[in-house]
T-cell receptor, first 117, second 117 residues
Framework: GAVVSQHPSRVICKSGTSVKIECRSLDFQATTMFWYRQFPKQSLMLMATSNEGSKATYEQGVEKDKFLINHASLTLSTLTVTSAHPEDSSFYIC?????????????FGEGSWLTVV | SQELEQSPQSLIVQEGKNLTINCTSS?????LYWYKQKYGEGLIFLMM?????EEKSHEKITAKLDEKKQQSSLHITASQPSHAGIYLC?????????????????FGQGTILTVHP
């Protein structure tokens, strides 16, 4: 079964509103989680590193005020897309490393489709 | 920055045929992950390779990392329609002093595999 879970899997929101996506590690604690964005027929692009108890680290070109990340517990990170616009419509996916696995296996969530209308 | 090049970009095979997908890095690989993705869904972890010359197998899928740790291949034997999907290789972007992965990956552009029954 899934070890990293995202919610919601699909969300539609109106332009100008904010939407929150949750990423949970189910069987392990993750001090660090990662958020990626995937455009249609393209690969994953790392957006930011979510750090439990501290500020997220954003990749170059990613607006931190638009994509708010909160990692309030060792099993939950949230990505909030603020003042969403149609160009924010995309597939967002998170990952976490399970330190208990051999080789530090990195697991991904099921992804969340965001459509801004 | 590390760049991964996957080839081929797409592949169409008849059921029962063997196939190979390659992943070449511009820098030495310290952790190479293979994932499978159905479009619009999460990434399914396949295998992780770290050591030069390492080879791992799971069911009909074998992944290898070359001795120089700059190239990896994924080989599927006797392909089935269930193997269809997008195959992504991801390179670990670094380890801390203790040898623990940060968990942050950079991805190749993906290989779209179609298996005709």
């Amino acid at each position: 079964g899934a070890v990293v879970s995202q919610h919601p899997s699909r969300v539609i929101c109106k332009s100008g509103t904010s939407v929150k996506i949750e990423c949970r590690s189910l069987d392990f604690q993750a001090t660090t989680m990662f958020w990626y964005r995937q455009f249609p027929k393209q690969s994953l692009m790392l957006m930011a590193t979510s750090n439990e108890g501290s500020k997220a680290t954003y990749e170059q070109g990613v607006e931190k005020d638009k994509f708010l990340i909160n990692h309030a517990s060792l099993t939950l990170s949230t990505l909030t897309v603020t003042s969403a616009h149609p160009e924010d419509s995309s597939f967002y996916i998170c990952s976490a490393r399970d330190p208990a696995t051999s080789g530090n296996t990195i697991y991904f969530g099921e992804g969340s489709w965001l459509t801004v209308v | 920055s590390q760049e991964l090049e996957q080839s081929p970009q797409s592949l169409i095979v008849q059921e029962g045929k063997n196939l190979t997908i390659n992943c070449t890095s511009s820098k030495t690989l310290y952790g190479l992950y293979w994932y499978k993705q159905k479009y619009g869904e999460g990434l399914i972890f396949l295998m992780m390779l770290q050591k030069g010359g390492e080879e791992k197998s799971h069911e009909k899928i074998t992944a290898k990392l070359d001795e120089k740790k700059q190239q990896s291949s994924l080989h599927i034997t006797a392909s089935q329609p269930s193997h269809a999907g997008i195959y992504l290789c991801g390179a670990d972007m670094g380890f801390n002093a203790g040898g623990t992965s940060y968990g942050k990956l950079t991805f190749g552009q993906g290989t779209i595999l179609t298996v005709h029954p």
